[in-house]
């Protein structure tokens, strides 16, 4: 099945440095990937949605510059948390997508800690 | 704007028997999907089974299936047999054919016990 890689699984950094999260699809090409965030015990709430060589569409109060995303090319996709706060800790979610019928492939995610 | 609910919080099944995790969404669309995703402790989300809205008959996968209603707009899922390596987070999703962005319920705890 299709696979999707996503690093690091787990970071740790201090306040108001930046961290980088790549997402990977592996043996597809992903016309559109998904950022999602996860809270504990809590749902996946979309972050935004990420097409190859164009800018990404955020959802409604997501930070575009806090939370900058880039998709390179039709197999990567990452997003970079700047200046980060302990407020942004969280377990954070890739998902590609090939065809448009296609179901969608998630990363195993990154557990994001700001201290 | 699409909305998809899972009343049940939480879920318990002894192994070896069969368990319906509920599954309910709003939408004014008549083209859809609908899918069951799972994310076990290693928080890796995995696909169990989708829908397509158009087909009548109900999915099925080994021993995961579903029972669509379409005009209740209900979507559960029923695993038999379960074993111990079901016990995980079942998310329902919805994505409507127009688009690609899935909505997800909140989900549900399921625990399989010995």
Request: charged share 20%.
């Amino acid at each position: 099945g299709a696979v999707v890689s996503q690093h690091p699984s787990r970071v740790i950094c201090k306040s108001g440095t930046s961290v980088k999260i790549e997402c990977r699809s592996l043996d597809f090409q992903a016309t559109t990937m998904f950022w999602y965030r996860q809270f504990p015990k809590k749902s996946l709430m979309l972050m935004a949605t990420s097409n190859e060589g164009s800018k990404a569409t955020y959802e409604q109060g997501v930070e575009k510059d806090k939370f900058l995303i880039n998709h390179a090319s039709l197999t990567l996709s990452t997003l970079t948390v700047t200046s980060a706060h302990p407020e942004d800790s969280s377990f954070y979610i890739c998902s590609a997508l090939g065809e448009i019928n296609s179901p969608l492939h998630f990363g195993n995610g990154t557990r994001l800690t700001v201290t | 704007a699409q909305t998809v609910t899972q009343s049940q919080p939480e879920m318990s099944v002894q192994e070896a028997e069969t368990v319906t995790l509920s599954c309910t969404y709003d939408t004014s669309e008549s083209d859809y999907y609908l899918f069951w995703y799972k994310q076990p402790p290693s928080r890796q989300m995995i696909l169990v089974i989708r829908q397509e809205a158009y087909k009548q008959q109900n999915a099925t996968e080994n021993r995961f299936s579903v029972n669509f209603q379409k005009a209740a707009k209900s979507f559960s899922l029923k695993i038999s047999d379960s074993q111990l390596g079901d016990a995980a987070m079942y998310f329902c999703a919805y994505r409507s054919a127009g688009t690609y962005k899935y909505i997800f319920g909140t989900g549900t705890r399921l625990k399989v016990l010995a």
